[in-house]
């Protein structure tokens, strides 16, 4: 799916954002659909790719099942393989990015000369991918258009973005969350490296939104072999979507003004399909079974599960 283009009974808002496509239903639920969609450097890239988005929302569905017993999710139902109900909450205005593993962003502003990322300090004499202490959290303010911006916890409180008791709270699920990630990455041979989680809140209650521990918003290394390439220092083979942005650089891409999106040929597509069904067996370590299901048949069954809500 590249796009849905759905009316459905006592819709009040919708939002079409850079893979999902979301349904405000009475400004009270939510319907969000996954697309197929693909971006990398903040930029849609002009094919989709088949079967992405059932990939990314039957993850989010497994591991937001996996974790509900530490917070409550936004999770009603999930009556197609791309598409989630739930509840909607009002957002707060940050994401909570976690890191185990000195990777990705936190490396590129370690090997500047920089020891301190979102108001953490960083120790010396890491290298690449090492293994932080223990966990640290590294927010961004949630961007709707553009970039993320990095902030600290500080600014976050002091500025009222969210209330200090709220960031507390916020920070203590996030922990719980990525340890628990961790454990269940574990079993299936694997390390959750970083990732991030979204908030939102009802009356008193904070809730778990969007997704959670997908390729797309999560790294994972192969545990087999991690400390020999730490070692050797040499490269971590790891699951993610970091392949995709790779392929585009090495075909001059980062999404800067005036480059173009190289071609996307058949075959690059449909090895970028099998690649996201590979995650899908590698994270949840069950079977990856494609399913397509007809406009028709899909708004037949959103319309269903919205009267047995009400």
């Known amino acids: 799916m590249l796009e849905s ?6 819709q009040t808002a919708f939002y079409k954002g850079k893979v999902r496509d979301v349904y ?22 002009p094919r989709p790719i088949p079967y992405k988005g059932q ?23 999930v009556p197609l393989p791309n598409a ?45 991918n090492d293994y932080f202490a223990s966990p640290i959290i590294t927010p961004t303010t949630k ?7 990095d902030i600290s916890r500080e600014e976050i409180i002091s500025s009222g973005l969210v209330s200090k008791k709220d960031y507390e709270q916020l920070e203590k699920y996030t922990l719980a969350l990525f340890q628990r990630g961790r454990e269940l990455a574990a079993k299936r041979g694997l390390i959750l490296v970083d990732t991030k ?12 939104i ?21 070692k050797a220092g ?42 996201y069904i590979e995650l899908f067996e590698n994270i949840t370590g069950q079977q990856f079974k494609k399913e397509d299901v007809s406009k028709e048949d899909s708004e037949k069954k959103i319309i269903e599960v919205l009267k047995g809500m009400k």
């Open 5 to 10: 283009t759905f009316k459905f009974p006592d």
């Open 24 to 45: 405000t239903i009475e400004d009270k639920w939510m319907v969000m659909f996954v697309s197929d969609r693909i971006s990398a450097f903040d930029v849609v890239l």
């Open 55 to 77: 990939v990314l929302n039957q993850i989010a569905a497994i591991m937001l099942d996996a974790t509900k017993d530490i917070v409550p999710n936004w999770v009603k139902s």
């Open 84 to 128: 989630t109900v739930g509840l909607k909450c009002e957002t707060f205005p940050v994401e909570m990015v976690v890191r185990g593993n000195l990777t990705g962003h936190a490396w590129r502003t370690y090997k500047s000369g920089k020891r301190e990322l979102c108001g953490v300090a960083l120790p010396e004499g890491l290298k690449e």
């Open 143 to 149: 961007a709707h258009e553009g970039h993320d911006e």
């Open 197 to 208: 989680y979204e908030f939102g809140k009802i009356g008193d209650t904070i809730y778990l």
């Open 210 to 230: 969007d997704e959670i521990h997908t390729p797309d918003s999560s790294r994972f290394f192969y545990a087999e072999g991690y400390e020999e390439k730490q």
């Open 234 to 275: 040499e490269a971590q083979k790891q699951l993610s979507k970091e392949f995709v942005r790779e392929w585009l650089m090495e075909n001059g891409f980062q999404g800067k003004e005036g480059q173009q999106v190289p071609e996307m040929t058949d075959e690059f597509v449909a090895s970028v399909t099998n690649r």
